[in-house]
């Protein structure tokens, strides 16, 4: 890869400050974010960890998803990015991941429509004969400055992509997981840290957060793994897509709250990730994971 290379950085390049922009809609698309997230770094090199595995990841386009996608493929997994409609993005990260000497599979479709999670597992089969790692990683958030705005119906939008869409998924791929595999949800600091302007993502979030720990406990005698992770501040198209751009005025400094002080990128997230999805977590279940640098507990 060439260093101008808007999916590669050196780590002196990563960028900490984001000018304001909104995108009218969600998802966003990350191909008309600037700075674009970094999702990868040059000169890493895998190790195998994956080899051969078959990973179904929501959200795989873009972002956090995208990051994990190709750190899953560089480790040897075959890849099926589930996705609403960010069609240039997904391309993006599927041409990655074929440059990665890896498979990778686009299905396009609504998460919160349990009969198309159904059919994206059952179209996973068909081209891969396995599934071993779910990652439930798709989400949506509404700016709510204040909460009676709120409609009912953007409620149980929100519950639909972020809640149901683990139910469905997990339904789906059960059949076809052996023991080993792993399901990891993705889950926020924003389960529990209080944002005003966030109370349906982050109870959205920490439903998440329940789920994966009754789902651990109920799959374990199965030998299926079942973790999460929560994020925290990362630089990712929800951003954007969710946030007027007034927002920008502090998350775009370096006076984040927390020690690091700067917003994630998505290539920092996703190494959790893979050690959840590889045996070297084989006694980690019912985890939620935070990778924040250090914003929640007060550090």
Known sequence: MHSHDPRVTKCEEIPVEFPPQYQPGQPGLEFLMLPRPVSELPGQVGSGRLQNKVAIITGG??????????????EGADIAVV?????????????RIRQLGRCCLTIAGDIGDEKFCKEAVEITMSRFGRVDILINNAAEMFYEEDMTNLSSEQLLRIFQTNVFSCF????????????????????????????????????????V??????????????????????????????????????????????????????????YEIAPIYLYLASEESRFVIGQTIHVNGGEYMGL
Do not use: C
Not at 62 to 72: E, K, M, T
Not at 83 to 95: G, V
Not at 189 to 207: F, R
């Open 83 to 95: 996705y609403l409609n960010e069609h240039t993005d997904a391309l993006e990260t599927q041409e």
């Open 168 to 207: 469905y998924f997990t339904k789906a791929v059960l059949p076809y997981l052996q023991p080993g595999s792993a399901i990891i949800n993705t889950s926020s600091l924003a389960a529990d840290k209080g944002y005003p302007a966030m109370a349906s993502y982050s109870a959205s979030k920490g439903a």
């Open 209 to 266: 957060s329940a789920l994966t720990r009754s789902l651990a406990v109920s799959l374990a005698d199965r030998g299926i793994r079942v973790n999460a992770v929560a994020p925290g501040r990362t630089w990712t198209p929800l951003i954007p897509s969710s946030f007027p751009p007034e927002f920008y005025m502090s998350y775009g400094s370096l006076n984040n709250s927390g020690p690091i002080k700067r917003t994630a990128q998505p």
């Open 61 to 74: 386009d873009s972002g956090i998803g995208r990051a994990i996608a190709y750190l899953f493929a560089r």
